[in-house]
């Protein structure tokens, strides 16, 4: 089993072929604004160290930005965000407990409509299909590309979720769309921030799979394609399309792993110092610990699992400013070697 | 009479901090009644506390609560204009106008009820509720142990149904009567208890237990602002004692009859290293055991809080590796009396053991 794992941070993008347990080779190259020019850099140079390679069997990818994003506050896709449960929950619509900032980001249409269903399992009100139209079409004529829905009840009875999709493939067959109930458990704020998330970086995620197939076509790579999930195991890029908050933290479980393989150690604080965060995570038995509880992710409370791992917003490339004295979060991130003083940069 | 006290926005922040530790594990997160408290206040909203003493013999207050299974509570969101809407439609059958509004238990979201029904109404809270933290059964209240009438018992859902309980035969019975009637609504209901006279609230009521868990909460925040240890400055301001410091190594729960039920058992750190200590709860903390040996029970206080944060951890929160510090606060004298233990000491929880303060 030959196998390429490729770590794309905000600053450098690390490749290595693995023959079963044995590192063959690792090369270490910037990550490019393209994201596509480093990792074919990056292959390039592994290949060519290693020529003949020989077959490949799965190549597999962590990245750290879905989370660069949300941290940071860019690349993020505007939704609309469909909630179905009044007359229940109508005081506190959705975005209510996001930081003011990402939510004028991220806050399209705000669509609130009557259904969801009990514990039991019983409709709370029937379902206003005549409403999702209408808001269908709204969200349409707003050009939003991207909308997140969230049903009371939804992980016991997906239904009014369902029937809520089925209506938005018609009225606006181009916009992606997230259901609740795919990504969450009990807990319909935290599920639904999970789910305006996701469907905040569903954008970005089409970007960046897209641009990891493309870089290994170019490379001359038939090997599947995964990326890393939150918990340390790997899915298609086809599901991490749909999902990229699956992936959210897949850049820091790559290297928790990495560190469990390397040293040998399965019990283990793994501190991983990148260019735009530094991510202190606990490995048990090899795999990362996950936080069980809330998880604030860029100061939105969410409960999907999630590694437990303090991040702080510092790094190899944080940007210094002096009015006011701040350190971070922001980071030159990939253009460290042309913007970084130690390397020659101008200031800010 | 003395004017009423306006409640600050950061007071708000501050009784949902205390309320949850005031929880002893139940009572369920302030978190979206504290959401709803933003916003109301974001709109302008100022929710005033009114002295019990300065309550007349004959002032009629509404008792409040959100009644139902936390779980529910976590998809069908608590809103204020429901809890106003069960303090309205008791008016309606009372054919009499509130004069202030008090919370059923001060221990967890339930706090914060009757804020948002004030805030809706513009009626003052009144500083006191009737257990002094939080308890699972309609029987576990000051009032209960008084012997006051327990109907009529208002109850209403989100959509147009409404419920009145109009007579009881027992507290028992109204706990039974009411909960049928919430479990039909969904399990989530508002909740307007038996009206209370204002003679009864001063005579019968747990007094200033709002303040004091407002005050419990700027005591956290202080430290924490402060670099302080929280849990320190709790035992300190609430003459409260540390029983143990520990790690959570083993959860055992279970949702039976209504009720959140389960055991926890935690290893020691630091001082406590080499010894254990068990906890059980039915929705609250009831029993807790060092080494085998009974050495707290309800209802003296007991507080499980994140040994670092001071942040208060509900039975439905607990989680293995965990590191927490146990601690008791004192009860309300009323609960600590023969008749008071009747209703809420270790017995009522079904535990054979003769009530034994940790502060005796």
Redesign the interface.
Known sequence: MRRIGIDVGGTNTDAVLLDGDTVVHAVKTPTTADVTTGITTALRELLAAVAPAGPIDAVMIGTTHFTNAVVQRRDLTRVAAVRIGLPASASLPPFVDWPEDLAALVRGEVVMLEGGHEYDGRPIVPFDKTGMRDAARRIRAAGIASVAIASVFSPLNAECETRAAAILRQECPDAAVTLSHELGRIGLLERENATLLNAALVGLARQTTNAFTEALEASGLAAPLYLTQNDGTVMLAATAQAFPVYSFASGPTNSMRGAAFLSGLSDAIVIDVGGTTTDIGSLRRGFPREANNVVDVGGVRTLFRMPDLLSLGLGGGSLVGDDPLRVGPRSVGYRLVDESRVFGGEPA | MAPLRPVSAEEIESLAIGAWILGTGGGGSPY?AL??MR?LYRQGAVVSLIDPLDLADDDLVAVVSNMG?P??G????????TIARAVTMMEEYLGRRFRAIMSLEIGGGNAIQPFMAAATLDRPVVDADCMGRAFPEAQMTSFAIHDLCMYPLMLVD??DNAVVVARAASWKWMERLSRTACVAV??IAATCKAPRTGKEVRECGILYSTSKAIRLGQTVQAARRAHRDPIEAIIEAERGQLLFTGKIADVARRATEGFMRGTARVDGLGDCRGQRFALAFQNEFAVGWLDGAPRVMTPDLICVMDTVSGEAIGTE?L???QRVSVVVLPAPPILLTPKGLEHVGPRAFGYDLEFKSVFA
Do not use: H
């Not at chain 2, 976590?74 to 204009?81: A, C, F, H, M, V």
């Open positions: 979206l959401l709803n916003a299974a779980l529910v976590q998809e069908r969101l608590t809103d204020p204009r989100v959509r969904g399990s929160t989680r293995y590796g």
